[in-house]
């Protein structure tokens, strides 16, 4: 079995080369369709390398929260069920930092460059990746 590279880290590349070497050459339509394409290979690579560990710490704390196990789908989905009909509010122990810390860590995935959450995470919020690569 090989174990490197990392698909990740392929991904990554791949959006590197073309960032690098192949943004520069074009331009217009074309460019702007390219980097719509690098902005996702820089997203599905984040994805690869954080959500094993976030999607881990949301499962933990939903178990926590909601007093049993189950997928993270399903446990997701009981947790809106719950607020929705008002049966778990900002006041239900725990909730708070979990909606917090789960909304802090899909933003290191979908938007580690936006300003709100780069000035949080300078601020030393803990329990989060510490791995966060940008585009």
Do not use: C
């Not at 369709?33 to 984040?46: E, M, Q, T, Y």
């Not at 809106?80 to 008002?86: C, F, H, N, P």
């Not at 509010?89 to 290191?108: E, F, I, Q």
């Not at 979908?110 to 300003?115: C, G, S, V, W």
């Amino acid at each position: 079995m090989q174990d490197e590279p990392r698909p990740d880290e392929l991904i990554k590349a791949v959006a590197d080369f073309l960032r690098d070497h192949i943004a520069p050459q074009i331009s217009g339509h074309a460019a702007f369709k390219l980097r719509v394409g690098i902005n996702a290979l820089d997203l599905v690579s984040r994805q690869l390398a954080l959500s094993g560990e976030s999607d881990a710490a949301e499962h933990a704390s939903l178990k926590a929260l909601l007093g049993h196990d189950g997928s993270l789908f399903n446990l997701n989905a009981e947790l809106a069920d719950r607020v929705a009909s008002g049966a778990a509010s900002l006041s239900t122990p725990g909730l708070k930092d979990h909606l917090w810390r789960t909304t802090l860590a899909k933003l290191a995935v979908d938007q580690p460059n936006y300003a709100s959450y780069r000035r949080e995470m300078e601020g030393g919020e803990q329990g989060l990746p510490t791995n966060t690569p940008s585009s």
